[in-house]
């Protein structure tokens, strides 16, 4: 399993950013005001600017930093509906008043029964037929064999914060590159900002075993109950390792690929020979409503 510490940032790297000196003034300052200006003016830089920062030498800079990413990143992806999407079926289910027609040919027997003992009916053994929607499971993959600094890693960061919005019941994170990294597990339970911060801290580097990658989350959504289980991609889709990439994306239920703008040509060869759902992506502050989109279509 491949295994590297994040590189530190100097103060002097960060401040190639016009903004930095604004955004910190002074060494072990964050100036949330100025922040919330440059968020304002220009988010994507801003929340790439912000990812950069998790990983500066300073640690009372870097802690700051995380706080506030973190923060921002969960709100940049509250967008868009929560409930569980998927193709609805009539269903047999327990009675509730709001719930849906009673089903008689179901509750026959039940309602004759306390007629002839002559007691009330017990709603709990009542039936209804009504709309059920399944249940939601997402896996995440995130490629970090490239480049993992400012904007991709902040577009990563944002996309688990608005997988675990999405599905937060049921959902996994993998980071993948030669090997696969879970900073979430599907049958696990952890706090959304812990998964943030676990990917904020990827270092990109190594090769890409995308094949690899797509069995690892077919292998997280089996673990699920959920009627809908869904794999969404966050990659160029540009595999260096060998490995039957179209036959692994092919076995998932649904597969949903986020690509970077202006390159998705591997991308969309995928989607295309597996019926994948594609979006593009320029940066962070994109991501959730493209996945919405997605998700939703």
Do not use: H
């Not at 193709?87 to 004759?112: F, K, M, N, W």
């Not at 190594?206 to 969404?232: H, K, M, N, W, Y």
């Not at 039957?244 to 076995?251: E, Q, T, Y």
């Amino acid at each position: 399993m491949e295994r590297a510490r994040k590189r530190t940032t100097s103060r002097r790297e960060l401040a190639r950013n016009p903004r930095f000196e604004q955004i910190s003034p002074d060494v072990g300052q964050l100036d949330e005001a100025a922040v919330d200006e440059a968020l304002a003016d220009d988010p994507d830089d801003l929340l790439a600017m912000l990812a950069d920062l998790t990983g500066a030498t300073d640690p009372r800079l870097r802690e700051l930093a995380k706080r506030i990413a973190g923060r921002l990143y969960l709100d940049v992806a509250r967008r868009g509906p929560t409930k569980p999407r998927g193709t609805g079926r009539l269903a047999e289910l327990p009675y509730r008043p709001d719930r849906g027609d009673l089903d008689l040919d179901a509750s026959l027997d039940v309602i004759a029964a306390a007629r002839a003992a002559g007691e009330a009916v017990d709603p709990d053994r009542l039936r209804v037929r009504a709309w059920s929607t399944p249940a939601t499971a997402i896996c995440l993959l995130v490629d970090r064999s490239g480049s993992m600094e400012g904007r991709p890693l902040a577009t990563s960061a944002v996309a688990a914060a608005a997988v675990s919005w999405r599905a937060p019941a049921d959902y996994s994170v993998l980071s993948f590159g030669k090997d696969v990294v879970a900073a979430k597990s599907q049958d696990r339970t952890r706090a959304v900002e812990q998964v943030v911060d676990a990917v904020l801290a990827l270092r990109g580097f190594g090769t890409t075993d995308l094949a690899g990658a797509l069995r690892s989350a077919r292998e997280q959504l089996a673990r699920s109950p959920a009627g809908r289980r869904i794999t969404v991609l966050l990659s160029d889709c540009r595999a260096t390792e060998p490995g039957d990439v179209v036959g692994a994306a092919a076995a998932l239920d649904e597969l949903v690929i986020v690509a970077p703008d202006g390159d998705s040509e591997e991308a969309e060869e995928l989607a295309a020979q597996v019926g994948a759902r594609l979006v593009t992506v320029a940066g962070p502050a994109s991501v959730a409503d493209a996945l919405c989109r997605a998700l939703d279509e």
